[in-house]
């Protein structure tokens, strides 16, 4: 697929350095590598490789995905990650055509992943109170046009908003991902759908102790808390022959992060 005026792809310079940008034929690229054109860019494949406009270094460009899509959008807020994303999208069942509300919006990482999981037909209403952030984001989502039209912004604080718009058993489910949920819990026991779902992202166990006595306060049901742990593994093998025997050592090395 050839890359048109207006397309928004991923700029790729390397695994910690990707952005999204929309082309303009006169636009110009600069990063730590040097000065692209977006001309340069235009007409070319997915996947093409980039150089500069002193033929030094180059980048590739790459079509959007959820996944690029998180890396590349800004992370003053974000704690999620993608394997973290993923488990949220598989526990509030997002699937097509799915309706979804999330708070808070924060980077727009997970609102992507979600409205990407519930197309053609599915919502996500999701609630920023920071204006900053909301304006922000809304902008950004402006070029997205395979879901743009999914995704419903609220600048709005959850806690003291009414619903009032909302119809009762309307909710398939609720994400969470903001660090007092237990002050609005009560808000979505008549908006979710019978077995409806509500998923919550908190990063330190004082915080779960609390949502879980509001969710058993507010008769929810089947309360679950799952630790998820991301672990790199680094297998060094060295073999050594001794009297006509093979001898195998291994060196494990790993990483570990947790969440709740």
Known sequence: MRIKENHSVI???????????????????????????????????????????????????????????????????????????????????????KTIIEAGTGTGCLTYALASSVLPYGTIHTFEFNQERYLQVKKQYESFYNIKNNIIFYH????????KEFKEGTIDSVVLDMPNPWLCIKKFHN????????????????????????????????????????????VIQNKKRENGKMEVSQSVHTSTRKNN
């Open 156 to 163: 709005k604080d959850i806690i003291n908003y009414d619903f």
């Open 191 to 234: 908006l979710l759908k019978e077995r409806g779902i509500i998923v919550i992202f908190l990063p330190c166990i004082e915080q779960v102790y609390k949502i879980v006595d509001a969710l058993e306060e507010n008769n929810f049901c089947e309360i679950i808390t799952y630790e998820l742990i991301n672990k790199s593994w680094s």
């Open 11 to 97: 700029v790729y310079v390397d695994d910690y350095n990707m952005e999204l940008v929309k082309l303009k034929n006169e636009g110009i690229i600069t990063n730590r590598k040097g000065i692209f054109l977006h001309k340069d860019i235009i007409g070319k494949e997915y996947g093409h490789k980039i150089y500069d406009t002193l033929y030094r270094n180059y980048i590739y460009v790459l079509k959007k995905s959820p996944e690029l899509i998180a890396s590349s959008l800004k992370r003053q807020t974000q704690i999620l990650y993608e394997h973290d994303i993923s488990f949220i999208c598989l526990l509030a069942n997002a699937l097509p055509n």
